[in-house]
């Protein structure tokens, strides 16, 4: 139940693209889902984040909608670039001060 | 502001030897993660602290790793005897926890293991 399950495992996007990777949880207790990117050899980076109370949350290129009763939550990259190839991992908390369950992660390359 | 900062970068040992990393988290932040990830996987979490105590170790394998956050600050991590499956990226993360923003975590670069 505690399970966070990702896809896809890698996506390849033409650059000026749009990149779609989904996640979807079993443990209604989550509050907070946010969106880590990771690049070789770095520590994962927080990308955006959101809570079930919005269904969706921009920040620049980077949107997460959220859908509460699929218990369903995805990430979208609109005009993808080079620089954005990387893996991206969902994760999910209950309250404000747990540990993440992170998703397995996408790997992400964009083509110029 | 200074990140998340863990040493060593790399570690190669062989297996049944010990070894420890060290993380420093961000100043002021009260609460400390360390995670695991294996090549290829999601992070997973060994150890949470809040400020010097233990919140989670539930994942932890108790039989050979220990950790420890003395003063609420510093922390360590320690395997003992160490075992192939425990070659991995070690990451260290802290969060306010308390005031300001609770639930953002922030990663060190980690310390890679590789057991021989």
């Known amino acids: 139940q505690q399970q966070v399950k990702q896809s896809p495992q890698s996506l390849i996007v033409q650059k000026g693209g749009i990149s779609i990777i989904n996640c979807a949880y079993e443990n209604t207790a989550f509050d907070y889902f946010p969106w880590y990117q990771q690049f070789p050899g770095k520590g994962p980076a927080l990308l955006i984040a959101i809570r079930p109370d919005v269904s969706e949350k921009k920040e620049g290129r980077f949107t997460i909608s959220f859908n509460k009763s699929a218990k369903q939550f995805s990430l979208h990259i609109m005009d993808s670039q080079p620089g954005d190839s990387a893996t991206y991992f969902c994760a999910a908390s209950v309250g404000g001060r747990r540990a993440l369950t992170f998703g397995s992660g996408t790997r992400l390359q964009v083509q110029p | 502001e200074a990140g998340v900062a863990q040493s060593p970068r790399y570690k190669i040992i062989e297996k049944r030897q010990s070894v420890a990393f060290w993380c420093n988290p961000i100043s002021g932040h009260a609460t400390l993660y360390w995670y695991q990830q294996i090549l290829g996987q999601g992070p997973k979490l060994l150890i949470q602290?809040?400020?010097?105590?233990?919140?989670?170790d539930s994942q932890l394998p108790k039989d050979r790793f220990s950790a420890e956050r003395l003063k609420g600050v510093d922390s360590t991590l320690k395997i003992q005897p160490a075992k192939l499956e425990d070659s991995a990226v070690y990451l260290c993360a802290s969060s306010q926890g308390l005031a300001g923003k609770p639930y953002e975590q922030y990663f060190g670069p980690g310390t890679r293991l590789t057991v021989t």
């Open positions: 602290f809040q400020n010097n105590g233990v919140v989670d």
